[in-house]
Structures are given as structure tokens and as C-alpha cells.
């Protein structure tokens, strides 16, 4: 049990969802990714913590005013 931190759970599964979706296109047979789906994959885990980074920032600055 993680103490009820479910907000990690969401983000996680958000971020699963959308990358695998977007950048999994076949069936994996050889147990990994092939170079342009993990190459996708990166990237689009790299822009998702970007974006959720800045909306943190931007709902921490809120806070502050």
C-alpha cells in the first residue's frame, strides 16, 4: 500500500495510456519495442512530465497569490 497516494497512480496510468497508444502501433514479438516505437515512447514520456511540470508550476504560483 502506497498510503492512499492515488494521484500518482492516475498520472501513471494517464501516462501509459497516451504513449502506448500513440507510439505502439504492432504487436511486440520480440519482447522489446522496435526503434521508432522506443524512440516515440521517450519522447512522449519526456513531453508528458514537461507538461505536468508545468501545470504544477503554474497551480504552485496560483497558490502563492
Known sequence: DRGGD???DVC???LTDIC?????????????LD???ETCARNCV????DANFLVIKQ???MRGQ
Open 6 to 8: 492515488w494521484s500518482s
Open 12 to 14: 501513471s496510468s494517464d
Open 20 to 32: 502506448w497508444t500513440k507510439c505502439v502501433t504492432g504487436s511486440i514479438k520480440s519482447g522489446k
Open 35 to 37: 526503434k521508432s516505437e
Open 46 to 49: 519526456d513531453r508528458f512530465l
Open 59 to 61: 497551480l504552485e504560483g
